[in-house]
C-alpha cells in the first residue's frame, strides 16, 4: 500500500512538531509538506534541529497560490479561528482535516456559538456548513463516526483528560451529576511555544499557580461532551493549575457517588466502557499512578478511588498533554479515518526516566 | 533584654534547618544548642554548609546525660513519636517545648487516639498527662492560648494551608459543610531530607502524582480544628498530590456555597477573620496569585474565588510549607510565648525569582 | 544615624527587585523611590508580589521632570548606555552613583572603546569626563577606592566568579598567564526577566548549551581587572553556559601552574589574598563546593585544586549571579561608600533547600 | 529473518530500562529474558510502568541454574566486577556479551590493571583470558572490529562525549596533546537509579557541583582511546559537573590548536573523520547547538569553534547519556555483531521539549 500524503499547516508549533515526530517513522503514513506563517522557506529541522534527518522540509506559506495540494489529509495544527476558514478549501479537494482548534468540536452552530460566547469570542464561525460533518475527535468516544469523517475537531487536551476521566460513571449515572469537580495539572508545554513572563523559566521553576478559575475554554467541550454520554446536562467545576513540568496533564476528578455504589462496581463500570481501547489503561488503588508513566505515549491511565468517609469517587487521569492531548490523537484519529490499525505510529513506550 | 536560650533538637532535618536559619538573625531569641541523633560532633556547617558562619554549633546527642539544658525553650523538629517521651523533662525543668509532630496537636488523649488509629499507629501517648496542656500552634487560630502555653504542637503543613483557607467560611458557616474537598499540591522538600526512589531527581524532575487518597495523615487535623471553628463535625476529602516544586505549597479548596451566598459576602468574612493577621494576605478573583509570591516568606496569601455557573467557593491557599508550614510557624509561636512582637526575626519578604 | 535616602532605577528587573530585597530591611538605608521606564505609577509590588507590605511604591518616570531628587544615591538598575546618559544629572547633585552595566566598569576612555569595539558597540562614551573618577565595584579588589568613590562601576556577574577566582595566582604569578580557560555556567536568571524563546521554561527546563564562545561581553572586564592585579596583560578563553537553574553561577578556571607550585602554595595565597574578606570563602579539594552553599547570599566559595597528574590549577568558584554578582555587590559598595559596616544588610545565609 | 533473542541482566536500573525501551520495537530482536538481582519474580513493567504492554516478562535470577540460556545475545547491563565474573558462561555458550561497565573496555591485563589502579579498585580480573578478544563499543572507531566480537565493552557516558569530540584532531595531530581539557557536565540520570543525598530532588533542583576533580573513572578510558588514535601517548585534565538535568552530557572541550591550524581545517578534520558515521553529525560556530537537539536520541552533535584570540580549538559535544552514552550504543553494537543495518532500531528524533 502507498503511503498517505500528509501536510501540516502550523508546523512551527509544538502541535506540529509531535505530529512530526510522530509520522516520520510512520508505516503508513509521509509527511510531504509544512507550512506555517512565519520562517517561510527555512527547513522545519531549523525550527527543531531533533528533527534533522526526519523531516528537513522548508516551511511553505499556506496562503502562497503556488502551495502544492496532492494530500491525502491536512493537520491544521493551528488556534481557533484558522481551520474554521481555511479547512472548505482543503474539503473541496476531497482532502481529509483535522484540526486541532476548537473550530470543529461541536458539530452544529447553536453549540458552537455557546463556545464562543462562554470564551468571549465573536459568535460566528466561518464555515457553519461544515459543523454536521464534523467530528469530535475522541476515538474512544465517537471511533465509528470518525471512521467515516472527513472532518476531524481534535479534543483539547484537559477535555481529553476529564472526558476519559468521566465518561463511565456519568454514562452509567453512578454519580450525582452536579457534583463533578475537575482539578486540573498541566506542564507548561501546553501553553505552547510562544514565550510569555508567566511561563518564563526562572518565573516558573519553582512556582505553581492556579489561572482562568472558572472560565477555561475546555470547560464547555467537556460538558457538551459528558452530556452526551449522560443523556442529560452535565456541567462541571474546572480549575486549571500550572505546574513546572514540561508534559503531562493530571486531573483529579471528585464526584459525589450515588447510593449504592462502590469501588467495586465503579471499577467494574471504567473496564467495561474501555474494553476495547488500547489507549486506556485502568488501574485501581492498589497501583497509583505518575505522570512518567504515560511521558511521551498515547496512553491515559486512569486510576480510580472511593473515598469511603465521604462517599466520594476521585479519579486521578494522566496523560501527555501533547500526545492523547494532542498529537497523538490527531495521529490516532487520521489512522482511523483511513482504515489503518489504530495504533500504527503510536506504540511505544515513551522514554524514561 | 537578654536574648532567650534555645535548643534545637533534630537539627539535621529541613525543619530544623529552617529554625537555625530564621533564629540565627533573631533580634530576641540565640541558639545555643543544635542536637541530633547522627553525626555527633560534627558542626551543622558541616551538614548545611550555608550555615557556615551563621551557625557553626556541634550536633549534641539529645540522649546524653550531660547534655547542656540551659534554655528557655526547646523545638521539637522531630518526627510522631520524639516529642512526646522527651518533651517532659524539658517541661518539668521550665523550658517551653514547641513540637513539629503530631505528638501535641490534640489536646485530650481520646482525641489524640483517634488521629493514631486514622494513621494506623498505636493508639498510646508516651506523656498523655502533657496533652490537655497543649495548644495548637496556629497562631491565626489560638493566639491567646499560645501566649500562656509552655508545650505547643505546631501544625503539619497541609494542615495550615488548608485550615487558613477555610476557617472563615467553615465558621461562619457559609458552606454546606459535607461538600468540602482539598486538593493540595506541595513541593518536594516536604517529604523531608531523607532520600527515597520516589523523589530521587531523575524520577520526579518532569513528573506529578497523587498520593495517599482520602489517608493522609494531616487529614484528622484538618478536621479537627475545623470543627472547632464551625461548632459543628467537619468532614473533608483531602488529596495530596507530588508536583516537581522544592518549596511551597498550594491547595486549591472547594466547597458549595450555602444559598444567598455570593463573592463579596464571602471575601468580607475572610477579611474579617483575619483582620488582625499580618502574616494572612487576601485577595479576590482579580489578584490571582501563585506560589512565588509567598515562597520564603512566613506568609499565608488567601485567594478567594465563587464560579457563579456551579455555586462553588473556590479557594487558593497559598505558603511554603517549610516556613508558614513549619519553621516559620514554630517561630512565629515561639514569639508569642515569649511576648515578642510576633513578626521578629519573620518579616522579610523571600527571595525572587 | 539617619537611614540613607536610595532611589532605584531599573527598579522592574530583577536586579533592581534584588536591591530592594536587600534594602527593606537595611539598618541604614530607606527606599524612597523606584523608577523604571514601563508600568508607571503602578506599585513596584505589583510586579514582584512577594515585596507587598514590604515596598509598595509607586514606579516613577525617571524622564519626569517632576521625580523627586532628594537622595543620597542612586542604583542604575540598568543595561549598558543608561547610566552613561543619565548618571552625570545625579552626580551634579551630589548624589552618589552605583551602576549595574559596562557603562562604569572602565575608568579612562580608550579602555571603555577597547570594551565596546569586542563587543560590538558605538565607541562613544555620554560621559567620558565621568570615567576618571569611577571605579570598578568589586570590593575585594578595590575597598579603598570605592571607600573615596561617588560613582561605581558594579561588576558583570561573570566577572565577580572569574576574577575571584583567578585574582590570587595571578597576582602571585604562580601560574602560566597564556594558560587560563574559564568554564562558566549561569542559571537562567542571569538572562534577566524578558522572555525569550532560549529561556521559555519548556525549551529550558532539561536543556543545556553554551553561548556566546569566545565572545561574551564581560571577558573584557575579566581581562582588564586579571592584568591590572599581574601587572601584565592577561589574556582568557572563557565559554558561558546555560543551565536550568534558576540562581548561581559555577565558573571552573583551569590554568598552568608554574614549575614549582603545588597546592599548598596556591592555597595559601587564596587564603592570604583573601584574608580580610568577609564574602569570599576558600576551600580545598576535601570540602567540595556545590551552588547551594552560597544561593539567596552575597558569598563567593572558592573550591581550589590541583591536578597533579597534568600541573593544572582547577578552581571552582561559586556565587548567586543576582547576589555576589549582581544586587548584593551594589549594596556592599553602598555599604562602603557611606562608610557603614561592608556587612550591613547583607550578614544571612540564604535559603535551603 | 528470525529475530535474535536477547537478554537482558541488570534489568532494574536505567541502563537495562533504556535497553528494553529501544528493543520492545527492535525489527530484528526480541526480549526473551530480564534478569536482576532484586525484585525477582515481578514483572518488569511493575518497576517501569511506563513499560506495561510493551515488556512484562518477570524477572529472573541470574544465579538460578533453572534459568533459561536460549539466546543470542546477552546486555551486561551492571556495574564494574558482574561482567567479568559471568559473561564467560554465556560466551562458552557461543552467546555473544555486550557489557556496560569498564570490565571489558581494555583488551588486555596491563591497561586493565592501570584502569583499576587509577580508580582504587583490585587489579586483578576474573577473566582475564577473554580481555583479548574483547572490542571496545565505540562503533565510530572499531566498527570493523566490533562486527567480529563476540565481546564488546560498551563505553562509559563520558567517554563517549569526549571521544568523538576529540578523535579527529587527535588523529590528525591538529592540536597541542598536552593541553586538552574537558570540562563535562551531566544529566542526573547518569548517576543511576539508586537515590542519594546528593540526586534528592529538593538538593538538586536548583544545584550545580563539579565533583571527583582529576579522579573519574572514565578519565583512564579516554586517555587509552585517544592514545591509539594519536599513536602517542594523550593525557587530559577532566572535570565532571553534576546540572539538574535528567538526561544529557554536554562536553565542553579545549585544546590549543598547533601553528597553522584554522577553523576550516578543522572542521574538515571533523567531516573526513566521520564521514560514514550516521550518529555523529558535525556543526561549525553558526550552528551553536544545544542538549535537547539529541535527548531521547542516539546522536552525537560536535559544535566546532576556534578562538581566535587565543589559539584555542572548543569543542562542544553534545549526547543524551542513557541512548548514545548507554543504551543506544549497545544496540549500535548489537547491530553491528549480527550484520543488521547499524541503525535499525535507533533511528528517531527524540522528543521535544
Not at 457553519?128 to 472532518?151: C, K, N, T
Not at 501553553?191 to 472560565?215: C, E
Not at 465521604?310 to 495521529?331: E, M, R
Amino acid at each position: 500500500m502507498d503511503k498517505i500524503r500528509v501536510c501540516i499547516i502550523g508546523a512551527g508549533g509544538y502541535g506540529g512538531c509531535g505530529a512530526i515526530e510522530l509520522l516520520c517513522n510512520h508505516p503508513h503514513a509521509e509527511i510531504k509538506a509544512v507550512m506555517a506563517k512565519h520562517e517561510i522557506g527555512r527547513p522545519i529541522s531549523d525550527l527543531y534541529p531533533h528533527l534533522t534527518g526526519f523531516c528537513d522540509l522548508p516551511l511553505l506559506d499556506p496562503g502562497d497560490a503556488n502551495c502544492p495540494d496532492d494530500f491525502d489529509v491536512v493537520f491544521f495544527a493551528t488556534p481557533d479561528g484558522v481551520g474554521q476558514k481555511d479547512a472548505p478549501a482543503w474539503i473541496e479537494k476531497s482532502i481529509k482535516v483535522i484540526d486541532y482548534s476548537g473550530d470543529f468540536r461541536f458539530n452544529d452552530l447553536d453549540t458552537y456559538k455557546g463556545y464562543a460566547a462562554r470564551i468571549g469570542k465573536p459568535q460566528e464561525h466561518a464555515s457553519p456548513e461544515l459543523l454536521p460533518r464534523s467530528v469530535y475527535g475522541l476515538a474512544e468516544f465517537h471511533r465509528a463516526q470518525i471512521a467515516r469523517a472527513d472532518l476531524v475537531g481534535n479534543p483539547g487536551c484537559f477535555a481529553v483528560s476529564c472526558n476519559l476521566g468521566l465518561a463511565p460513571v456519568v454514562k452509567e449515572r453512578l454519580i450525582e451529576p452536579d457534583s463533578i469537580i475537575c482539578d486540573a495539572k498541566t506542564g507548561i508545554s501546553g501553553a505552547g511555544k510562544t514565550p510569555t513572563p508567566t511561563y518564563h523559566y526562572p518565573a516558573r521553576y519553582d512556582a505553581i499557580n492556579a489561572y482562568k478559575i472558572s472560565g477555561h475554554q475546555h470547560v464547555y467541550e467537556i460538558e457538551r461532551q459528558l452530556s452526551i454520554q449522560a443523556g442529560e446536562g452535565i456541567k462541571i467545576t474546572f480549575t486549571p493549575h500550572a505546574v513546572p513540568l514540561c508534559r503531562g496533564i493530571l486531573s483529579t476528578i471528585y464526584a459525589t457517588l450515588k447510593p449504592g455504589q462502590d469501588l467495586k462496581k465503579v471499577l467494574d463500570a471504567y473496564r467495561a466502557f474501555y474494553k476495547n481501547d488500547v489507549f486506556v489503561r485502568i488501574f485501581g488503588p492498589d497501583k497509583p499512578q505518575i505522570s512518567t508513566n504515560v511521558r511521551g505515549s498515547n496512553f491515559c491511565n486512569l486510576s480510580v478511588n472511593v473515598d469511603d468517609r465521604t462517599g466520594k469517587l476521585i479519579v486521578v487521569s494522566l496523560i501527555d498533554n501533547l500526545v492523547k492531548g494532542q498529537a497523538g490523537s490527531a495521529v490516532q484519529n487520521m489512522n482511523i479515518m483511513f482504515g489503518f490499525d489504530e495504533t500504527a505510529g503510536l506504540l511505544h513506550p515513551g522514554m524514561y526516566p
